[in-house]
């Protein structure tokens, strides 16, 4: 039979288990790595309490940013947005957690910074929409396909942080 200490420390797994988890692909974006925001980005889903599944830097081939893109072409700033985002490194993110497509969009805000509220990724650090630093899935279904469209199986890790029994009672 488990101690009690052995129950408070594993339930929230087993509860969390029970939920809804979801994956969401988050993506620092060009201009982001070139600014020296890396660490103030993934700072802020770190914080949060999210589960960091993968992370690369990344050059993104064209091919790539077409089908991440996808739902995107033919629109007018579309091969802008390619070249935007091939134009050099990025780092890529895999993060899981119950709601978390949702709430990262929140953090992230708005795709135009200039509407994205302050305390917001994009309200904080952003002026324009053709760059705006992050991207993040926009669904559940979505984040399952764009994390295994930029991660390899073995590129993601199953753990668990030191400060799990913390985040949920
Ligand atoms: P989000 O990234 O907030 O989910 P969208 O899916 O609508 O936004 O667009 C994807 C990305 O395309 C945006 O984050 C932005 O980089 C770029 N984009 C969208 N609209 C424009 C625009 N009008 N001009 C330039 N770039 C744009």
């Not at 809804?20 to 949060?48: A, H």
């Not at 295994?148 to 199953?158: I, R, V």
């Amino acid at each position: 039979k488990p101690s009690t200490r052995t129950t408070r420390i594993f339930l929230p797994h087993l509860v969390a288990a029970m939920e809804e988890v979801e994956e969401t692909y988050i993506m620092v974006k060009p201009d982001g790595v070139q600014r020296g925001l890396v660490g103030e980005i993934i700072s802020r889903f770190e914080k949060k309490g999210f589960l960091l599944k993968g992370l690369k830097l990344f050059q993104c081939p064209k091919e790539l940013a077409e089908e991440h893109y996808k739902d995107l072409k033919g629109k007018s700033f579309y091969p802008k947005l390619i070249d935007y985002i091939t134009s050099g490194p990025v780092v890529s993110m895999a993060w899981e957690g119950v709601g978390v497509v949702a709430s990262a969009r929140k953090l992230i805000g708005a795709t135009n910074p200039l509407q994205a509220e302050p305390g917001t990724i994009r309200g904080d650090l952003a002026v324009q929409t053709g760059r705006n630093v992050v991207h993040g899935s926009d669904s559940p279904e979505n984040g399952k396909r764009e994390v295994a469209l930029w991660f390899k199986e073995g590129e993601l890790c199953e753990w668990i942080p030191a400060q799990a029994p913390w985040l949920r009672e």
